[in-house]
């Protein structure tokens, strides 16, 4: 089987060009910044025809150059992408084989955002997929969906030939990396995991059973309705209890953010990162 050849990203702008990509592939695996996930493992699950698809900053999960066909999808910004911004193309892309890597695909979600050029990383062979408006008729309002659950989406509407897989999509946090309130983490688990039942894509190491569907045939005389608004219930107090400990913590470490506030200020310009 032929593949594409490293750099075929360059220029390419339009949902049939990427879905032409894509399709040349048996399995397209798409990698999560997540403490979770274990690169070697992944990469010997799965046959070279498989494409490995990153996102933005890598060195989340790469600490050593990555050998197999990869993508790297980087997320437009109101001020271009982050990893352009912060000036770490350089350390992203030397994570990537030059011989297997095809480039980046800078998508954006929303008008407000702004894509980058070829240029901007540095010469990187660059394509763009406008997915503004994408998700806007069901996302939840006042959210942003992330990149991976809306390139996930976007590839099983394309119907497309090869097996999609996703790994380390748990939306849970870790001591090294924060979970951005920005994005309805619930919805997008919810939405992931229904596509995982129905057979759209697969979430790697199989999502766990569901007990809350056993409680159907315990309650039989209950309809489906009212034990589904029952557990939102019980979900609603739960979470306003949370809420309420939550501010508890806030109001104790106040004096603790006022000192780190007050000494990232002091921070050395020298150390800082600037715009491009």
Known sequence: MDFPASGTTENLTTAEQWRALFSRYSHVILVANSDQVNVKELQAEYPPTALFVFFNKVYKVLDEQFSGRSLLISRAQPGGANIVYRQEVADVVKLFAPQAFLGIMNIRLAASERLNTSSDYLG?????????????????????????????????????????????????RSEKWRVVAVHDWTFEQVFLRLFERVGKLTMRGG???????????RFPEL???????????????????????????????????????????????FLKKTKA
């Open 207 to 217: 999502i766990a059973t569901n007990s809350y569907a056993s409680l159907a045939s």
């Open 124 to 172: 990187t062979p660059t394509g763009h997929l406008d997915l503004a408006g994408f998700c806007a008729d069901f996302y939840p309002q006042a959210k942003v969906p992330t990149s991976g659950f809306a390139i996930a989406l976007w590839l099983v509407d394309q119907a497309l030939p090869a097996k999609i897989i996703l790994e380390g999509f748990s939306a849970q």
């Open 223 to 269: 309809p489906a309705a009212e034990i589904s608004s029952t557990i939102a219930e019980v979900l609603s107090s739960r979470l306003n209890q949370t809420d309420a400990q939550v501010d508890k913590l806030i109001s104790l470490t106040n004096v603790l953010r006022s000192t780190d506030e007050f000494l990232r200020r002091l921070k050395p310009k």
